[in-house]
């Protein structure tokens, strides 16, 4: 089966993992880009009905459509006709349902251009133009508002946006140190020790361990008994 024909005219077209999305200005679907091996199904993630119901609006037109990294949800620019708005929606991906029966919210802000782009990345979504960028947190559901990431002085046309990775460095601490000999020989001790921590972390690296101090036991043998006798 060609996957391809009568699609309409594509709007978006991406890939999380092995998942592949593609959208024109009514739906969106979800295939694999392993191509038609005989055991992927295609499913329409958005149908024209569930665009109109979620928008409001029978004008509305996607303009691009990407799924979050973990691929639970799909995000969507929507072009509203009437309102000459723009909005951002994420919808539930639902596999073997019908699209109607999948939840939906809404960014409570809008865009006054269609002129824009999504890209993901693990934490957040980038919505972009030609000259400004917004973050948008990927879980739109407790009042989420976009923030300004980039808005340059100087005139500069962005074609494309992506995200690296960049490695963070974790906290690095010292091997325990005895502060003190045990406090008893036998039958049972304590003995203080500390580390020192050698790094701070960085970049979303591993945070340091709250416990710099900590006593632990020693000498637990039972102490010898020696031997009385009577007068």
Known sequence: RHVGRDMGKLCSLSA????????????ASL??????????????LVSPEY?????GSGTAEIVDAE????????????????QKSLGLYACDVVIGAHSASAHSTQLRYTWESRHFRLAMSPVVAF?????KVWTV????????????????????????????????????????KTLAPCSRSCGGGVRKEMREILRQPANGGVRCPAE????????????????QMSP
């Open 16 to 27: 999380t993992g092995t998942y592949l999305v593609w959208a024109t200005a009514e739906s």
């Open 31 to 44: 295939g694999s880009t392993n191509g038609t091996d005989g055991i992927t199904e295609v499913e329409e």
């Open 51 to 55: 665009l109109r119901g979620i928008v």
């Open 67 to 82: 799924l979050v990294p973990d691929a639970t949800s799909l995000m969507l620019l929507v072009w509203d006709n009437d």
């Open 127 to 131: 919505v972009y133009d030609a000259a």
């Open 137 to 176: 947190p990927l879980d739109l559901s407790s009042g989420a508002s976009p923030t300004v990431l980039y808005d340059p002085d100087t005139r500069t046309d962005l074609v494309v946006l992506a995200y690296y990775y960049v490695k963070g460095s974790d906290c690095e601490v010292s091997p325990w």
């Open 212 to 227: 710099l101090e900590r006593e632990v036991h020693c000498n637990d043998a039972v102490c010898p008994i020696e031997c």
